[in-house]
Protein backbone atom coordinates (compact mmCIF):
# COMPACT_ATOMS: atom_id res chain seq x y z
CA UNK A 1 0.00 0.00 0.00
CA UNK A 2 1.13 3.54 -0.98
CA UNK A 3 0.59 6.41 1.50
CA UNK A 4 -0.24 9.65 -0.03
CA UNK A 5 2.11 12.77 0.78
CA UNK A 6 -0.02 15.08 2.65
CA UNK A 7 2.50 17.85 1.79
CA UNK A 8 1.86 17.81 -2.40
CA UNK A 9 -1.06 19.54 -3.61
CA UNK A 10 -3.61 17.24 -4.36
CA UNK A 11 -5.74 18.86 -7.18
CA UNK A 12 -2.56 20.26 -8.68
CA UNK A 13 -2.41 19.59 -12.44
CA UNK A 14 0.47 16.30 -12.59
CA UNK A 15 -1.45 14.88 -9.56
CA UNK A 16 -5.11 15.38 -11.60
CA UNK A 17 -3.36 13.22 -14.02
CA UNK A 18 -2.10 10.94 -11.80
CA UNK A 19 -5.77 10.40 -10.38
CA UNK A 20 -7.40 10.17 -13.53
CA UNK A 21 -4.99 7.58 -14.66
CA UNK A 22 -5.64 5.89 -11.41
CA UNK A 23 -9.07 5.93 -11.78
CA UNK A 24 -8.90 4.14 -15.42
CA UNK A 25 -6.79 1.39 -14.42
CA UNK A 26 -9.05 0.68 -11.15
CA UNK A 27 -11.57 0.93 -13.82
CA UNK A 28 -9.64 -1.28 -16.04
CA UNK A 29 -8.46 -3.62 -12.90
CA UNK A 30 -12.70 -4.07 -11.85
CA UNK A 31 -14.08 -4.47 -15.35
CA UNK A 32 -11.24 -7.28 -15.65
CA UNK A 33 -11.86 -8.84 -12.69
CA UNK A 34 -15.42 -8.86 -13.09
CA UNK A 35 -15.08 -10.62 -16.44
CA UNK A 36 -13.08 -13.63 -15.18
CA UNK A 37 -15.05 -14.53 -12.05
CA UNK A 38 -17.98 -14.69 -14.83
CA UNK A 39 -15.61 -16.56 -16.82
CA UNK A 40 -14.54 -18.66 -13.91
CA UNK A 41 -18.19 -19.35 -12.51
CA UNK A 42 -18.96 -20.31 -16.13
CA UNK A 43 -15.93 -22.94 -16.33
CA UNK A 44 -16.93 -24.17 -12.80
CA UNK A 45 -20.55 -24.27 -13.82
CA UNK A 46 -20.09 -26.23 -16.54
CA UNK A 47 -17.33 -28.55 -15.10
CA UNK A 48 -20.26 -29.17 -11.97
CA UNK A 49 -23.68 -29.38 -14.21
CA UNK A 50 -22.24 -31.40 -16.63
CA UNK A 51 -22.46 -34.76 -14.80
CA UNK A 52 -25.38 -33.76 -12.78
CA UNK A 53 -27.36 -33.83 -16.22
CA UNK A 54 -25.85 -36.63 -17.76
CA UNK A 55 -29.36 -38.17 -16.89
CA UNK A 56 -31.30 -35.70 -18.12
CA UNK A 57 -29.43 -35.39 -21.08
CA UNK A 58 -29.22 -38.69 -21.88
CA UNK A 59 -33.03 -38.98 -21.62
CA UNK A 60 -33.59 -36.18 -24.19
CA UNK A 61 -31.22 -37.62 -26.61
CA UNK A 62 -32.28 -41.17 -26.89
CA UNK A 63 -35.63 -41.67 -28.95
CA UNK A 64 -38.44 -42.84 -26.72
CA UNK A 65 -39.68 -46.61 -27.32
CA UNK A 66 -42.15 -48.73 -26.59
CA UNK A 67 -43.09 -52.11 -25.07
CA UNK A 68 -42.20 -53.47 -28.46
CA UNK A 69 -38.65 -51.24 -29.35
CA UNK A 70 -40.32 -49.37 -32.08
CA UNK A 71 -40.17 -45.50 -31.56
CA UNK A 72 -43.27 -43.63 -29.37
CA UNK A 73 -44.60 -40.56 -31.08
CA UNK A 74 -45.17 -37.47 -29.02
CA UNK A 75 -48.37 -36.16 -28.29
CA UNK A 76 -49.48 -39.69 -27.87
CA UNK A 77 -50.89 -41.78 -24.76
CA UNK A 78 -48.15 -43.84 -24.64
CA UNK A 79 -45.32 -41.36 -24.80
CA UNK A 80 -47.53 -39.39 -22.06
CA UNK A 81 -47.43 -42.76 -20.06
CA UNK A 82 -43.48 -43.00 -20.68
CA UNK A 83 -42.99 -39.54 -19.62
CA UNK A 84 -45.29 -39.89 -16.16
CA UNK A 85 -43.32 -42.53 -15.04
CA UNK A 86 -40.03 -40.52 -15.83
CA UNK A 87 -41.11 -38.16 -13.02
CA UNK A 88 -42.36 -40.82 -10.32
CA UNK A 89 -41.08 -44.34 -9.82
CA UNK A 90 -43.52 -47.18 -10.68
CA UNK A 91 -43.48 -49.06 -7.40
CA UNK A 92 -44.45 -52.69 -8.14
CA UNK A 93 -45.89 -54.93 -5.01
CA UNK A 94 -44.65 -58.10 -5.93
CA UNK A 95 -42.29 -60.03 -8.24
CA UNK A 96 -40.78 -63.73 -7.93
CA UNK A 97 -37.98 -63.01 -9.56
CA UNK A 98 -35.98 -65.09 -6.52
CA UNK A 99 -38.27 -68.23 -7.04
CA UNK A 100 -37.32 -68.71 -10.75
CA UNK A 101 -34.05 -68.74 -9.47
CA UNK A 102 -34.69 -71.34 -7.36
CA UNK A 103 -36.69 -73.49 -9.80
CA UNK A 104 -34.40 -72.97 -12.76
CA UNK A 105 -30.97 -72.18 -11.80
CA UNK A 106 -30.62 -73.38 -7.86
CA UNK A 107 -30.46 -70.09 -6.74
CA UNK A 108 -26.76 -69.67 -9.19
CA UNK A 109 -27.36 -66.09 -9.54
CA UNK A 110 -23.72 -65.75 -11.26
CA UNK A 111 -24.67 -68.31 -14.17
CA UNK A 112 -27.63 -66.66 -14.86
CA UNK A 113 -26.85 -63.31 -17.46
CA UNK A 114 -30.25 -60.76 -16.21
CA UNK A 115 -28.76 -58.52 -18.83
CA UNK A 116 -29.83 -61.02 -21.82
CA UNK A 117 -33.39 -61.91 -23.00
CA UNK A 118 -34.15 -64.71 -20.32
CA UNK A 119 -37.32 -66.24 -22.52
CA UNK A 120 -34.54 -67.55 -24.29
CA UNK A 121 -33.10 -69.70 -21.36
CA UNK A 122 -36.33 -70.50 -18.90
CA UNK A 123 -39.46 -72.00 -19.43
CA UNK A 124 -41.28 -68.83 -17.55
CA UNK A 125 -39.67 -65.59 -17.92
CA UNK A 126 -41.28 -61.90 -17.68
CA UNK A 127 -38.37 -60.32 -15.78
CA UNK A 128 -35.09 -59.06 -16.96
CA UNK A 129 -33.19 -55.68 -17.20
CA UNK A 130 -33.72 -55.39 -20.69
CA UNK A 131 -37.47 -55.77 -20.41
CA UNK A 132 -37.70 -53.74 -16.87
CA UNK A 133 -35.52 -50.88 -18.52
CA UNK A 134 -37.83 -50.81 -21.39
CA UNK A 135 -40.96 -51.14 -18.80
CA UNK A 136 -39.84 -48.11 -16.84
CA UNK A 137 -40.09 -49.44 -13.85
CA UNK A 138 -38.83 -47.54 -10.94
CA UNK A 139 -38.97 -49.62 -7.53
CA UNK A 140 -39.71 -53.65 -6.79
CA UNK A 141 -40.93 -55.05 -3.92
CA UNK A 142 -38.99 -58.98 -4.75
CA UNK A 143 -40.97 -61.53 -2.88
CA UNK A 144 -39.31 -63.79 -0.41
CA UNK A 145 -41.43 -66.93 -0.55
CA UNK A 146 -40.78 -70.61 -0.06
CA UNK A 147 -43.85 -73.17 -0.71
CA UNK A 148 -46.29 -74.09 2.55
CA UNK A 149 -45.09 -77.52 2.36
CA UNK A 150 -41.82 -76.02 4.31
CA UNK A 151 -44.17 -75.06 6.66
CA UNK A 152 -43.05 -76.89 10.51
CA UNK A 153 -40.06 -78.33 8.36
CA UNK A 154 -37.33 -76.16 7.18
CA UNK A 155 -39.17 -72.46 6.15
CA UNK A 156 -37.18 -70.20 7.85
CA UNK A 157 -33.73 -71.95 6.59
CA UNK A 158 -35.35 -71.63 2.98
CA UNK A 159 -36.66 -67.95 3.63
CA UNK A 160 -32.92 -67.07 4.63
CA UNK A 161 -32.13 -68.94 0.87
CA UNK A 162 -34.20 -66.67 -0.99
CA UNK A 163 -33.57 -63.69 1.23
CA UNK A 164 -29.52 -64.11 -0.17
CA UNK A 165 -30.80 -64.68 -3.54
CA UNK A 166 -32.14 -61.50 -4.05
CA UNK A 167 -29.42 -59.59 -2.51
CA UNK A 168 -26.76 -61.59 -4.45
CA UNK A 169 -28.97 -60.52 -7.69
CA UNK A 170 -28.62 -56.54 -6.04
CA UNK A 171 -25.35 -56.76 -5.64
CA UNK A 172 -24.76 -58.70 -9.43
CA UNK A 173 -25.83 -55.73 -10.96
CA UNK A 174 -25.03 -52.20 -9.05
CA UNK A 175 -25.62 -49.99 -12.02
CA UNK A 176 -29.42 -51.50 -12.05
CA UNK A 177 -30.31 -52.21 -8.67
CA UNK A 178 -30.11 -50.70 -5.70
CA UNK A 179 -30.75 -52.10 -2.24
CA UNK A 180 -33.40 -49.69 -0.18
CA UNK A 181 -35.10 -50.53 2.86
CA UNK A 182 -36.97 -46.51 3.22
CA UNK A 183 -39.62 -45.01 1.38
CA UNK A 184 -37.17 -42.42 0.57
CA UNK A 185 -34.35 -44.76 -0.72
CA UNK A 186 -37.16 -45.30 -3.23
CA UNK A 187 -36.84 -41.91 -4.71
CA UNK A 188 -33.03 -41.47 -4.04
CA UNK A 189 -32.44 -44.60 -5.84
CA UNK A 190 -35.11 -43.14 -8.90
CA UNK A 191 -33.30 -40.22 -8.90
CA UNK A 192 -30.00 -42.32 -9.47
CA UNK A 193 -31.94 -43.71 -12.62
CA UNK A 194 -31.93 -47.18 -10.33
CA UNK A 195 -34.43 -49.34 -9.91
CA UNK A 196 -35.25 -49.24 -6.40
CA UNK A 197 -34.66 -53.05 -4.60
CA UNK A 198 -37.05 -54.10 -1.61
CA UNK A 199 -38.29 -57.42 -0.11
CA UNK A 200 -41.20 -58.77 0.88
CA UNK A 201 -41.87 -61.96 2.94
CA UNK A 202 -44.64 -63.86 0.96
CA UNK A 203 -46.29 -65.93 3.55
CA UNK A 204 -46.06 -66.06 7.50
CA UNK A 205 -44.91 -69.57 8.09
CA UNK A 206 -41.25 -67.96 6.85
CA UNK A 207 -41.35 -66.81 10.24
CA UNK A 208 -42.08 -70.38 12.35
CA UNK A 209 -44.33 -68.44 14.92
CA UNK A 210 -41.27 -66.43 16.24
CA UNK A 211 -41.39 -62.82 17.02
CA UNK A 212 -36.97 -63.13 17.22
CA UNK A 213 -37.70 -64.57 13.44
CA UNK A 214 -39.74 -61.77 12.08
CA UNK A 215 -37.50 -58.95 14.10
CA UNK A 216 -34.21 -60.49 12.26
CA UNK A 217 -35.61 -60.49 8.70
CA UNK A 218 -36.64 -56.99 9.39
CA UNK A 219 -32.92 -57.01 9.96
CA UNK A 220 -32.42 -58.31 6.94
CA UNK A 221 -34.00 -55.47 5.15
CA UNK A 222 -37.25 -57.32 5.02
CA UNK A 223 -39.79 -54.35 4.45
CA UNK A 224 -43.69 -56.12 4.09
CA UNK A 225 -44.59 -59.72 5.32
CA UNK A 226 -47.45 -61.49 3.74
CA UNK A 227 -49.36 -62.89 6.83
CA UNK A 228 -50.17 -66.07 5.50
CA UNK A 229 -49.52 -67.69 1.83
CA UNK A 230 -51.96 -70.48 0.64
CA UNK A 231 -51.93 -71.97 4.05
CA UNK A 232 -52.81 -71.27 7.73
CA UNK A 233 -50.14 -70.26 10.12
CA UNK A 234 -51.06 -71.25 13.68
CA UNK A 235 -52.15 -67.80 13.99
CA UNK A 236 -53.88 -66.54 10.96
CA UNK A 237 -56.49 -67.97 8.18
CA UNK A 238 -55.72 -68.32 4.30
CA UNK A 239 -58.00 -67.37 2.07
CA UNK A 240 -58.94 -70.68 1.01
CA UNK A 241 -60.84 -70.96 4.55
CA UNK A 242 -63.70 -68.50 2.63
CA UNK A 243 -63.91 -71.29 -0.69
CA UNK A 244 -64.92 -74.06 1.85
CA UNK A 245 -66.17 -72.03 4.92
CA UNK A 246 -63.64 -74.07 7.27
CA UNK A 247 -62.06 -71.07 9.47
CA UNK A 248 -59.66 -72.35 12.03
CA UNK A 249 -59.03 -69.06 14.08
CA UNK A 250 -61.91 -66.58 12.27
CA UNK A 251 -59.19 -64.56 11.73
CA UNK A 252 -56.38 -63.77 14.07
CA UNK A 253 -55.63 -65.75 17.03
CA UNK A 254 -54.17 -64.19 20.16
CA UNK A 255 -50.51 -64.85 19.35
CA UNK A 256 -51.53 -63.18 15.35
CA UNK A 257 -52.62 -60.57 16.94
CA UNK A 258 -48.93 -59.65 18.87
CA UNK A 259 -47.75 -60.58 15.67
CA UNK A 260 -48.95 -57.41 13.98
CA UNK A 261 -48.39 -55.34 16.57
CA UNK A 262 -44.71 -56.12 16.40
CA UNK A 263 -44.81 -55.11 12.60
CA UNK A 264 -46.29 -51.77 13.81
CA UNK A 265 -43.22 -51.24 16.16
CA UNK A 266 -40.59 -52.57 13.81
CA UNK A 267 -42.14 -50.61 10.75
CA UNK A 268 -42.81 -53.52 8.72
CA UNK A 269 -45.89 -53.13 5.96
CA UNK A 270 -48.38 -55.50 6.87
CA UNK A 271 -49.42 -57.20 3.52
CA UNK A 272 -53.19 -58.67 3.50
CA UNK A 273 -53.07 -60.81 0.05
CA UNK A 274 -53.61 -64.59 0.42
CA UNK A 275 -55.46 -64.44 3.72
CA UNK A 276 -58.94 -64.65 4.78
CA UNK A 277 -61.22 -62.15 4.55
CA UNK A 278 -61.69 -62.19 8.60
CA UNK A 279 -57.94 -62.10 8.57
CA UNK A 280 -58.38 -58.64 6.51
CA UNK A 281 -60.86 -57.58 9.05
CA UNK A 282 -59.32 -57.86 12.02
CA UNK A 283 -55.09 -56.92 10.89
CA UNK A 284 -57.02 -53.28 9.53
CA UNK A 285 -58.78 -52.77 12.64
CA UNK A 286 -55.57 -53.78 14.84
CA UNK A 287 -53.04 -51.68 12.70
CA UNK A 288 -51.87 -48.51 13.69
CA UNK A 289 -50.30 -48.33 10.26
CA UNK A 290 -51.84 -48.38 6.74
CA UNK A 291 -51.87 -51.84 5.54
CA UNK A 292 -50.84 -52.96 1.91
CA UNK A 293 -52.20 -55.95 -0.56
CA UNK A 294 -49.10 -56.69 -2.38
CA UNK A 295 -50.83 -58.34 -5.39
CA UNK A 296 -54.28 -58.51 -5.42
CA UNK A 297 -57.47 -57.84 -6.93
CA UNK A 298 -60.87 -56.66 -7.06
CA UNK A 299 -63.75 -59.39 -6.10
CA UNK A 300 -66.96 -57.50 -7.58
CA UNK A 301 -65.20 -58.07 -10.69
CA UNK A 302 -63.50 -61.54 -10.53
CA UNK A 303 -65.43 -63.74 -7.26
CA UNK A 304 -61.96 -65.39 -6.49
CA UNK A 305 -61.45 -64.69 -2.95
CA UNK A 306 -57.70 -64.19 -3.43
CA UNK A 307 -59.48 -60.86 -3.78
CA UNK A 308 -60.76 -57.90 -2.16
CA UNK A 309 -64.37 -57.37 -1.04
CA UNK A 310 -66.19 -53.88 -1.33
CA UNK A 311 -66.74 -53.91 2.51
CA UNK A 312 -62.85 -54.61 2.92
CA UNK A 313 -62.29 -51.90 0.24
CA UNK A 314 -64.04 -49.70 2.19
CA UNK A 315 -62.22 -50.57 5.58
CA UNK A 316 -58.37 -50.32 3.50
CA UNK A 317 -59.77 -46.24 2.90
CA UNK A 318 -60.41 -45.69 6.57
CA UNK A 319 -56.94 -47.08 7.29
CA UNK A 320 -55.49 -45.28 4.33
CA UNK A 321 -53.84 -48.31 3.06
CA UNK A 322 -53.22 -49.31 -0.57
CA UNK A 323 -54.22 -52.64 -2.66
CA UNK A 324 -51.92 -53.20 -5.47
CA UNK A 325 -53.87 -54.69 -8.42
CA UNK A 326 -52.44 -58.28 -9.37
CA UNK A 327 -51.91 -59.33 -13.47
CA UNK A 328 -53.14 -63.00 -13.01
CA UNK A 329 -55.17 -63.72 -15.44
CA UNK A 330 -57.05 -66.19 -12.77
CA UNK A 331 -57.74 -63.20 -10.36
CA UNK A 332 -58.69 -60.87 -13.26
CA UNK A 333 -61.35 -62.80 -15.55
CA UNK A 334 -63.13 -65.00 -13.68
CA UNK A 335 -67.40 -65.14 -12.99
CA UNK A 336 -69.28 -62.61 -12.80
CA UNK A 337 -67.17 -61.04 -15.40
CA UNK A 338 -64.91 -63.22 -17.19
CA UNK A 339 -64.17 -63.42 -21.42
CA UNK A 340 -62.49 -66.01 -22.99
CA UNK A 341 -58.95 -64.54 -22.24
CA UNK A 342 -57.80 -62.20 -19.61
CA UNK A 343 -56.58 -58.67 -21.33
CA UNK A 344 -54.98 -55.75 -20.18
CA UNK A 345 -58.18 -54.01 -20.59
CA UNK A 346 -59.87 -55.77 -17.44
CA UNK A 347 -56.55 -54.94 -15.56
CA UNK A 348 -57.42 -51.23 -16.23
CA UNK A 349 -61.34 -52.21 -15.22
CA UNK A 350 -59.96 -53.54 -12.14
CA UNK A 351 -57.64 -50.42 -11.05
CA UNK A 352 -60.75 -47.96 -12.31
CA UNK A 353 -63.02 -49.98 -9.93
CA UNK A 354 -61.28 -49.83 -7.16
CA UNK A 355 -60.38 -45.76 -8.07
CA UNK A 356 -63.72 -45.08 -8.43
CA UNK A 357 -65.36 -46.85 -5.29
CA UNK A 358 -62.81 -45.65 -2.69
CA UNK A 359 -60.58 -43.08 -4.56
CA UNK A 360 -57.38 -43.10 -6.75
CA UNK A 361 -55.40 -42.64 -3.29
CA UNK A 362 -55.90 -46.29 -2.41
CA UNK A 363 -54.84 -48.42 -5.43
CA UNK A 364 -51.24 -49.53 -6.67
CA UNK A 365 -49.58 -51.93 -9.00
CA UNK A 366 -48.19 -55.45 -7.63
CA UNK A 367 -48.16 -57.74 -10.76
CA UNK A 368 -46.68 -60.63 -9.40
CA UNK A 369 -44.79 -61.43 -12.32
CA UNK A 370 -42.79 -64.64 -12.59
CA UNK A 371 -45.07 -66.00 -9.75
CA UNK A 372 -48.06 -66.87 -12.41
CA UNK A 373 -48.60 -69.34 -14.91
CA UNK A 374 -50.72 -67.13 -17.02
CA UNK A 375 -50.82 -63.23 -17.46
CA UNK A 376 -53.11 -61.22 -19.88
CA UNK A 377 -52.43 -60.20 -23.09
CA UNK A 378 -51.21 -57.14 -23.50
CA UNK A 379 -48.84 -57.48 -20.12
CA UNK A 380 -47.04 -60.07 -20.99
CA UNK A 381 -44.01 -59.54 -18.94
CA UNK A 382 -42.50 -56.69 -17.09
CA UNK A 383 -41.62 -54.04 -20.67
CA UNK A 384 -45.77 -53.55 -20.49
CA UNK A 385 -46.50 -50.85 -17.78
CA UNK A 386 -46.14 -48.18 -20.00
CA UNK A 387 -49.47 -49.89 -22.30
CA UNK A 388 -51.40 -49.97 -19.18
CA UNK A 389 -50.75 -46.45 -18.21
CA UNK A 390 -51.48 -45.31 -21.58
CA UNK A 391 -55.21 -47.40 -21.68
CA UNK A 392 -55.99 -45.43 -18.52
CA UNK A 393 -54.69 -42.00 -19.96
CA UNK A 394 -57.17 -43.34 -22.56
CA UNK A 395 -59.58 -43.22 -19.87
CA UNK A 396 -59.32 -39.85 -18.71
CA UNK A 397 -57.03 -40.45 -15.84
CA UNK A 398 -54.87 -36.95 -15.18
CA UNK A 399 -51.17 -37.02 -14.64
CA UNK A 400 -51.30 -37.01 -11.10
CA UNK A 401 -53.53 -39.73 -10.74
CA UNK A 402 -51.44 -42.40 -12.48
CA UNK A 403 -48.60 -40.97 -10.52
CA UNK A 404 -49.99 -42.12 -7.46
CA UNK A 405 -50.95 -45.46 -8.81
CA UNK A 406 -47.72 -45.40 -9.83
CA UNK A 407 -46.01 -45.31 -6.82
CA UNK A 408 -47.08 -42.33 -4.61
CA UNK A 409 -49.65 -44.17 -3.19
CA UNK A 410 -47.56 -46.82 -1.55
CA UNK A 411 -44.75 -44.68 -0.53
CA UNK A 412 -47.26 -42.52 1.78
CA UNK A 413 -48.03 -46.00 3.21
CA UNK A 414 -44.42 -46.35 3.36
CA UNK A 415 -44.04 -43.16 5.24
CA UNK A 416 -46.67 -43.70 7.31
CA UNK A 417 -45.57 -47.04 8.66
CA UNK A 418 -41.95 -45.57 9.66
CA UNK A 419 -44.03 -43.01 11.35
CA UNK A 420 -45.83 -45.54 13.78
CA UNK A 421 -42.35 -47.13 14.51
CA UNK A 422 -41.23 -43.82 14.95
CA UNK A 423 -43.78 -43.12 17.88
CA UNK A 424 -43.30 -46.87 19.16
CA UNK A 425 -40.00 -46.27 19.80
CA UNK A 426 -40.12 -46.77 22.93
CA UNK A 427 -42.38 -49.57 22.95
CA UNK A 428 -40.11 -52.62 23.96
CA UNK A 429 -40.05 -56.05 21.40
CA UNK A 430 -43.02 -58.53 22.16
CA UNK A 431 -41.68 -61.61 23.89
CA UNK A 432 -44.81 -63.76 23.77
CA UNK A 433 -44.48 -67.43 22.73
CA UNK A 434 -47.01 -68.94 20.12
CA UNK A 435 -48.62 -71.41 23.21
CA UNK A 436 -46.83 -75.08 22.33
CA UNK A 437 -50.63 -76.81 21.64
CA UNK A 438 -50.37 -74.45 18.85
CA UNK A 439 -47.91 -76.58 16.66
CA UNK A 440 -47.91 -79.61 18.81
CA UNK A 441 -47.27 -82.87 16.61
CA UNK A 442 -46.66 -80.78 13.64
CA UNK A 443 -43.12 -79.68 14.41
CA UNK A 444 -39.65 -81.07 14.93
CA UNK A 445 -39.12 -78.06 17.35
CA UNK A 446 -37.35 -78.93 20.92
CA UNK A 447 -39.20 -77.51 24.04
CA UNK A 448 -38.14 -74.04 24.65
Known amino acids: MELVDSSQDLMSPSNVARKDGCAANNRRVVVGGIVGFVLGAVIIGVAVGVPLSQ ?3 RDQS ?3 VGPDGSPVTPGTSLYRAIQVLKKYPLVDGHNDLSWQYRKQA ?3 VYDVNLNMDLRTKWNISHTDIPRLRTGRLGAQFWAVYVDCGSQYKDAVRLSLDQTDTIKKMISKYPDTFQFVTTADGILDA ?4 KIASMMGLEGGHSIDSSLGNLRMFYDLGIRYMTITHSCNTPWADNWKVDVNNTPEF ?3 SPFGEKVIKEMNRLGMLVDLSHVSKQTMKDA ?3 SAAPVIFSHSSAFSLCNHYRNVQDDVLQMTKTNKGVVMVNFYSDYINCPPHNKTTATLSQVADHI ?7 GVDYVGIGADYDGVTRVPEGLEDVSKYPDLFAELIERGWTDEELMKLAGKNLVRVFKAAEKVRDQLMNVPPYEDHIPTSATANETCRTSF
Open 55 to 57: RSS
Open 284 to 286: IVL
Open 250 to 252: DGL
Open 190 to 193: HRNN
Open 106 to 108: ENR
Open 62 to 64: QPV
Open 352 to 358: DYIKNLI
